[in-house]
């Protein structure tokens, strides 16, 4: 099972590599971090925060807007766009098991999308020791994990849309409808109608937090603010409830999580309705 899983990613990686939605994705991350050079980010200072740390600061906020949007739309296409041209009568005459291409698929779809994430971070680790600037190392390694499970989280909801979607502009606009209403929770305009109708606080917190782009970007926010003062009176809450280092627990295992089971409801989907 574990070779034929491999093979199914190396397969997909190939497959997403020659493709040109990877060449413009691994191009808009690595024109950001550029831009971020050019603009002296790596050199100024706000709020305390210099060198590497202040790019990564706006490196993850820039993040958390279009990462999500981009692994949604590339991933919804996977299954929807195989059962469109008819990928799925080849595989039957193939010795692999379902499970292995559904999750070899996903694994391969990770790191075709997380490796220029990543990349553009190291490009801008490497700059930064070319010009002598201290690296931290913390908070880097923090910052890759959160992509880690923000990526993980938004993979496994795309692989879902995509085994529900019956073909592959249907699974594109469902893509967009699920990023645009995380969007609004994350700007708390639906949130607000929860407020006026007097819910309790903390039932409101944890429903913004349940939200993945909430939760990452809380956390991102966490990293260079331990106060969380951007948030206003929401932090006392948080804080009081998890911590510090609680929350930030929570913001990497909760999104694995989900992405996790929403992959495994996908996969149960796929089992059951197109290759029984």
């Not at 600061?57 to 929807?80: E, G, H, K, N």
């Not at 190392?137 to 938004?154: C, P």
């Not at 006026?196 to 966490?222: C, D, K, Y």
Request: aromatic share 12%.
């Amino acid at each position: 099972m574990m070779n034929a899983l491999m093979l199914t990613a190396r397969l997909d990686i190939a497959e997403s590599l020659r493709a040109r939605w990877f060449m413009f994705y691994s191009l808009v991350f690595g024109g950001i971090v550029m831009l971020l050079f050019v603009f002296g980010l790596t050199e100024s200072r706000i709020l305390g925060f210099t060198g590497l740390s202040r790019l990564l600061v706006t490196y993850i906020q820039i993040c958390v807007a279009i990462l999500p949007v981009f692994i949604l739309i590339t991933t919804v296409r996977s299954v929807a766009g195989d059962r469109d041209a008819g990928v799925f009568e080849y595989m039957l005459s193939l010795p692999v098991p379902l499970h292995a291409w559904f999750w070899g698929k996903m694994v391969g779809r990770f790191v075709v999308v997380f490796l220029p994430v990543f990349g553009a971070m190291a490009l801008a680790v490497a700059y930064t020791l070319l010009r002598g600037v201290e690296v931290d190392w913390t908070l880097f390694l923090l910052y890759t994990t959160l992509l880690v499970a923000l990526s993980w989280a938004f993979l496994g909801i795309g692989m879902l849309v995509s085994t529900l979607a019956r073909s592959p502009d249907v699974a594109q606009t469902g893509a967009f409808l699920v990023w645009l209403v995380l969007l609004l929770f994350l700007d708390l305009i639906l949130l607000g109608v929860m407020i006026r109708q007097q819910l309790p606080v903390e039932a409101v917190i944890g429903v913004a937090v349940a939200n993945p782009l909430q939760s990452f970007r809380t956390a991102a926010i966490l990293l260079f603010d331990p106060e969380m003062l951007l948030l206003g009176p929401a932090a006392y809450v948080i804080l009081d409830a998890l911590g510090r280092t609680g929350y930030l627990a929570f913001a990497v295992l909760y999104p694995i999580a989900l992405g996790t089971v929403c992959a495994g409801i996908g996969y149960a989907v796929f089992r059951r309705g197109d290759l029984p």
